[in-house]
Nanobody, 122 residues
Framework: QVQLVESGGGLVQAGGSLRLSCAASGSIFSINAMGWYRQAPGKQRELVAV???????NYADSVKGRFTISGDNAKNTVYLQMNSLKPEDTAVYYC????????????????WGQGTQVTVSS
């Protein structure tokens, strides 16, 4: 089993910044990817940003140029630096990890954090 613990959400004014963190622990041999998703009230969960093992990243068009995802492999931790926040960024942000739990396995498991609220006031 793998646990994802998120931190860093909160209330911020439009134009402000927040930094989210997500630390993975438990039965981990390797992590193929970690990322952030968000879900606003009445909307579907959507990808915000993902970082693949090796360092490549992918972002939703709506956050490109404002958000930066990074990772610390030694700590199994992923960060999301969010700048120039807008009210439409308000949502619950969920950490996601694709994990290979044991050496020799060829499949991965997907895990989710409990979510952290980000609220941007206008």
């Amino acid at each position: 089993q793998v646990q994802l613990v998120e931190s860093g959400g909160g209330l911020v004014q439009a134009g402000g910044s927040l930094r989210l963190s997500c630390a993975a622990s438990g039965s981990i041999f390797s992590i193929n990817a970690m990322g952030w998703y968000r879900q606003a009230p009445g909307k579907q969960r959507e990808l915000v940003a993902v970082i693949i093992s090796g360092g490549s990243t992918n972002y939703a068009d709506s956050v490109k140029g404002r958000f930066t995802i990074s990772g610390d492999n030694a700590k199994n931790t992923v960060y999301l630096q969010m700048n120039s926040l807008k009210p439409e960024d308000t949502a619950v942000y969920y950490c996601n990890a694709r994990v290979v739990p044991l050496a020799g396995l060829t499949y991965e498991y997907t895990y989710w954090g409990q979510g952290t609220q980000v609220t941007v006031s206008s």
